[in-house]
């Protein structure tokens, strides 16, 4: 036992060692330009690249590309606190010697050395491939694509819809089955990181970096090892992702500024709560390929429409920063008595108003929300979820009247939160779930599990809804999406188990929607 101690002391001092030098070594490379008042050019001692690279949110002449320099990735990075130039190159094939674009970026400190590059300039629906440089290191290659021609009218758009990865509950197998598809897109519908705390291998597969997130660090250390995973940053690698968050990017169940009513006592107290949602913002707008503004204290508007041509707008939502409290709590439970309260709201008022118009004014065959948590009324033995949108009926029906007041058809919902696979007929609300006003297609999680003693309950309960077509919630994976002005087809893909580093995967159910026709049907 003496010698395992000894044994350990001596790979800490190591460690501690190797992270005094780091530090050293980057200060003082740090000096040669901060002495100058610009950004360190000076060579990085240890690759600063370990987070991957990635890019999101594209227009037809434009996209975003990101990285972030973290040398030491979950211990706050290992980068000094001075500005750092980075190069950034973009070209038509992967060898660059057909160069298209290139330019400098500054990571700053205050933003964790993250950079968003907003290339412009750029063609159409066109492929390229993109690398940074930093320090003396280079960046794996990367490809994107940008969104076709504003008026065109693409034939095909593919791509796939995920939510939930939980580190610690899977290998996010998953993931490495979607970088075998063929994809135009990637769009995560929330749930990216999970806050929650170290976890217990007697359970689960592995484990989170530290306790629950409480502070800018903890969020940017959680962020950085769930971006360390291989699997994640190859599909980060090769496809544009367009991105939303949901609870977990800052703690479960959280609704505007009011912390969860079940928090742990280990949590900060109710009124610390906006700091850290303040933290959580900042660090997931650090982590993300997005094309939105850096945050403001505690308020970040992502928000936002991504349009594939007239084929497909996303209207990119915010189902936590605007809402009110779930009045009823916020789980699975019976009606209280002052149940429903005409003044809630789900997505506050300037954002219900920029979907209303947006969806009016749209040219796109199809109108998709990209959203998180289930839209579609989803009664449980006389019980709701508070949480979805069943707890804020007002504000879904305002959404379901605009739509069939102004005739607007080819409505989809695409949904993530509950980790199980779903797919309904979008009814007309909770008291008509014949009449059928779109579809809703629910994406299980990468890495996060159904509760095993509701799966099967869960299947026969809502299965025998009218409106519901499909749910599954013992496996995990994606859902497959490929949209035509005639049709949208949404392929469940789902493998066989995701606490092994490999899994096969198989469709496990399809579904179509046909243009002009609402709802869905087996595919």
Partial sequence: ????????????????????????????????????????????????????????????????????LAPDPIQGGGMPDVPVSVVWELAEDAAFTQGVRRGLAVAHPSLAHSVHVDVPGLLPARWYFYRFRAGGWESPVGRTKTAPAEGSLPGSFRFASASCSQYRESFWTAYANMADEDLDAVVFLGDYIYESGLGDLSEDVRLHDGGRCRTLLDYRNRHALYKTDVNLQEVHRI????????????????????????APDSDPPASEFLLRRAAGYAAWYEHMPVRVLPPKGDSLEIFREVKIGDLLAFFVLDTRQYRTNQQCGDAIQIICPEFPDPNETFLGDAQEAWL????????????????????????????????????????????????????????????????????????????????????????PGIGSSFDDDLANAAKLIFESLPHVDYLDGTRRGYVRHTVTPASWRADFRLVDTARQMTSPIRTDASFVSQAGVPGIVPG
Avoid at 22 to 38: E, H, R
Avoid at 45 to 68: E, K, M
Avoid at 240 to 262: C, K
Avoid at 358 to 379: D, E, H
């Fill in 1 to 68: 036992m003496a010698r395992d101690v000894d044994a350990l002391a001596g790979r800490l001092a190591l460690e501690l060692d190797r992270r005094r030098f780091l530090q050293a070594t980057l200060t003082a490379a740090a000096g040669l330009g901060a002495g100058l008042g610009v950004a360190c050019d000076a060579r990085l001692p240890v690759y600063p690249f370990t987070l991957g690279i990635a890019s999101g949110d594209p227009l037809p002449d434009r996209v975003i590309l990101w990285t972030r």
């Fill in 356 to 443: 209303l118009g947006g969806l009016s004014g749209s040219q796109a065959v199809w109108k998709s929300l990209a959203q998180q948590v289930i839209f579609s009324p989803t009664p449980f033995l006389g019980q709701l979820n508070f949480d979805q949108w069943d707890g804020y009926p007002f504000s879904r029906q305002r959404i379901v009247d605009h739509l069939v007041d102004r005739d607007i058809e080819n409505f989809v919902v695409l949904t993530g939160d509950v980790h199980a696979s779903g797919a309904a007929s979008v009814p007309l609300g909770p008291d008509d779930l014949d009449t059928r006003i779109g579809s809703e297609f629910v994406a």
């Fill in 239 to 262: 496809f544009p992702w367009i991105v939303t968050w949901d609870d977990h990017e800052v703690s479960n169940n959280y609704a505007g500024d009011i912390q969860d009513e079940d």
